[in-house]
């Protein structure tokens, strides 16, 4: 039973009585001037004892019933403070559920969480229910609304009457906001980036862990990209700003990685399996070389198409329109030669694309052959450990720069408030009721006695 | 008969009307409350410009009604543990509306008043769904939810995201595959998914997980890596040492490829003849129609748009725009292009060939060598195929007889190694003669195991990073401009008070109906008609009824009988003797005024009053009045009344049967005479 519920109930036990006591008096004085009615009644009104231990009575079934219902029901409420909300998205920009408040996953964090015994998922979901606010009406554009307020109510149940209710929505509404960040706020779990060169690429060829390396490296760059795009005057408490790491990663990547390690690697003919290495780049150029074959082989065919492509057919008709800006210019028939023209020039760019990565990989080779053997390398070794070191410096100081962006973001993105019934407001209730409900009792006691006394009543009017 | 007096039928039945209105007004609350059910509803807006046309991003025709396609209703039955439920159940409760504004409705109104066609492709509808009193808002508003999270989900991939990403290595090491075609399937699907990803970062190069917190960049670059260092090792590897599970199966396989490739070769040559003949017999017809005739001067006389639009001025989209003779071109370099492309694709077997069936060296005894896979021997290799598929495409000998072209090819390689044993062998040179090809080979398989596991993790992520991908465009395309409202299909409230008026309304108009009506049968069955007072048939019944109760205190009976009725009626006349009778009549109701008194006149001169809630004092007292106004009366003074009083009261004697009460009264009569009032004369 809910707390609105109890006193409803006992509301309207106090107004039936009244009612009866009104209609009572009514009836029976009905050919009494008001004047006289009131005479009468006031005459008559004084306290009767009977009624004290009944008002008491009234009062402690008010008090037990009102405490039982206050420990049955609680409410709190989400308010989602990030920008995207008031689009109906969460802060990653896909569609907010507000089901998800009261989710399975949800509720099972909040049992484990709390340690909840004797309640299961199904048992809570059952006690809770969400709703926004504030709701728009779907029917009329004027009242179209989108949320960013939701309420959690929590109405006990058998299976769930043991459980604290202020205890329970602090936890879920604690494990909502957990939820919520793991999987709609910014990770950054990729950003930990830790190494141990002597294990982590004991089976690597140094240029292969170069290109690991490159790959990490990127990895941070983009992010820090992304990031300053969205936010490009963001500085961190470090005082790093999204683009200055960009460009630090960007450095590791083009000084370090590429011109000192990898020049090194190959001026020196340095690999720990020369060989291997390359038996490995040959294969990959003969499946390079039958990829620039046809591209090589698609340029000559457009460029052959472009030759055949009849002179009498590639006449042009000017066309009077109007571009973007809505200001007139000449638009032509589009004729074939455009697109063939095109396409030869794109496939002669991925042919010297090929025929590049060709002399790359036959540079490579030309230098490992050189290699007297294979084997570790200390100073390759050095200077991996320490661009690993760089990478691990930039990848904490982007982490935590992409950590204070997104809360500052996000707004701390939800906010919740819990709200129960106090001891004190029971207290209120109990005492006005109670006034109110001994007052109605009197009258009706009032109301009977000049009832039963009605034909002296009546004789003193004559 | 009483006259009519709304008050008093009202004030007689209050009570009861009370209770009855009460009652009944409780019933519809409740049953109302019993019937009510909930509408959730939400409003959402297609925001691609190609909604505004009615059709997808893909150009397909947008259908709404898969928001209840049974595939998404599935889906929310089982990601929502409905399993009690139907699909068609749930189907049936949702409920779709397009709605238009107000602006688009005024042009609705001005086309039709033209007489023209109307055609309008709205992009904004609102998506119900309903539940019962049972199930709850609730329930109707999580389903709600649930169905649009699937759907905008199931739109993004179906119609933005559609270039889909398999994982079809899963297990790859465990099936009938030889290892150089296990590396050839993972090679491909690795390179298919590097170009998905590529086509994703082409759309959103900014979209980044929050659930993994990779991007697709970041993805494909993973997937690069993989593709250049171990998976291009284990090639290397797998060619090197001429890795094989069945040399004569590869063979053949491989075999059969270059067979295909010429084959298609060959049909290409054919297909390309075929254009290029068309090609000039069109350019020929289009001189001879004088269509070549343009020059660069010739300029269309009016402004065209750029889209293609209807008769309403709505954007259909930019159309075809290509002409018949390009056509003809692409085709013909679509044809030469496939015709290269196998030509190439032929030359690679060629090279698989070479190396699983070259020699070492160690058969002959010059010792265990390596394979040369050097892009040298790759020119050489396809250097070798193309001249040969040119000699026989110009002796036009491909397409009659496919099969000539392998047998000479397998003729010239057995005789190039019949000398050596690995030739006659169904092993490799390497399984032959290398001692280590065992744990050369062991070691492949567990880097090919260990590789399929990799992917395998990493296209967990991929599917982690897509599916949050499909619900960002499902967001990006499709907003939400309301969020799930749930609304009481019934006005509880409103209804009960609604019902409480009704029957107030038809409780009085009833209790108006039974007064009067009681009114009239009383009139015309109990009613004295002369005196106005009950009859004695009224006071039978009120004798009966009141037989077996024991009367309150305070119940007094009074009897009054005129003994000289007969003597009046005939000395006066019958007007004077019911003139008495009515006065008596009145004068009783009058002194009795508003106290609980039932009159009776009971025929024979002899009235009959029962007062309740009284005593014996005040009634005597009454009576007493009554017979000072009798005695100065103004009607009927000619006459001499004699009449007799009996009072008797429940208190006073001690008697609480109505009956005895009566009699009582009777034997207590006392005699009284009103004296003829002598006219005073003028």
Redesign the interface.
Known sequence: MTISLVIKLFVVLILVIL?AAL?LS??KL??CSLQRMKRIVFQQFHWTFWTIPVTIIFAVSFMLMYASAAGNTASAVITLNYSEAS???N?????F???DIISNDVLELAIEKGALEGVTVADLKKAL????TV?????N?D?????TEFAIYYFATPQTKHLDAHQLLDLITDSYKQFYIE?????????NMEFSPETQFSE?DYL?IV??LE?QC??IE??MY?LA??SPSFVSSNGDTFASLAEKCHQIADVQLANNIKSYLLYNSISKDPD?YI??L??????I??ER??TL??YE??N??VR???E??A????????DADGD?Y??RT???ID??SVEAQEYSEWTADYTKA?ESN?AIVASLKKASSGGSNETVDQMIQDVCRSLEDISKLAKTAGQEYSEKRMNNCIFSSIHTNSIFRGFVYTFVFAFAFFVALNLLSVVKRISMN??WY??EK? | MKSFQLSRYIKKWLPLIFVVCLVLTIGVYWFFSSKQNYTASAVIHFDSESAQQGLTPLGTELNVNEIKSSAIIAKVISNLGLEDYSVDSIISRVQITEVIDADELSRKEALLEEGQEYIYKPTTFIVSFSSNNNEGGQFARSVLDEILDQYFTEYSEKYVNNASIINAISGIQNKNFDYIEMMELIDTNIENTISALYNRVGNDPNFRSTATGMSFNDLARQYEFIQSVEVSGLFSDILEHQITKNKTLLISDYNERISKYEINSAVDDEKIADVLAIIDDYVLKMRESGNTNITYEYILDDVYDKERVDEQGLVLGDGEQTVTYDKLIYSWRDHMNSKEYAIIDSAYCNYILHIFGECTGACTGSGVGSIDISLEEVDRVIDEVVSDTNTLGDNESISEEPTESMETSEETSLQQNIVTECSLSDLTCSALNDPDYAVIVSDVEQRIASLVSELDNLYRYLEETDAEYNEYLGASNISTLSTVAVTENVNVQLYTVIAAIFFLIVCTCGAVLIGRINDIVRYIFYTDHMTGLNNRTAFDNYLKQHDHRILDNGIACVTVTITNQVTINRRNGREVGDKVLQLFAEQFQTVFGKMETYFVYNGNAQFILVVEKTDYATVCQIMEHFRLILDRREEAQECEILYEIGISETTQHEIYNIRKLLSKAVSLQQKYVSEPIEQEVI
């Open positions: 009612a209609i009514y009836v009905k050919d689009s109906g998205q802060s990653n920009q896909t569609r559920n507000m089901s229910s969400v709703a926004p709701q728009g009406n779907s029917y554009p009242g179209y609304h989108i949320s999987r709609y706020a910014d990770n950054f779990q990729k950003l690597m292969d290109a690991y790959q990127y990895l983009d992010y992304s795009q969205a291997g038996s490995r040959n294969y990959d150029n003969s499946l070389e039958y074959r046809k082989a698609s065919i457009s052959e198409a055949m492509y009849s009498e057919m006449k042009i008709v000017l066309v009077p329109t109007w007139y000449m638009g589009k004729v074939g697109e063939l060709l036959n009605i034909g009546l004789s004559k």
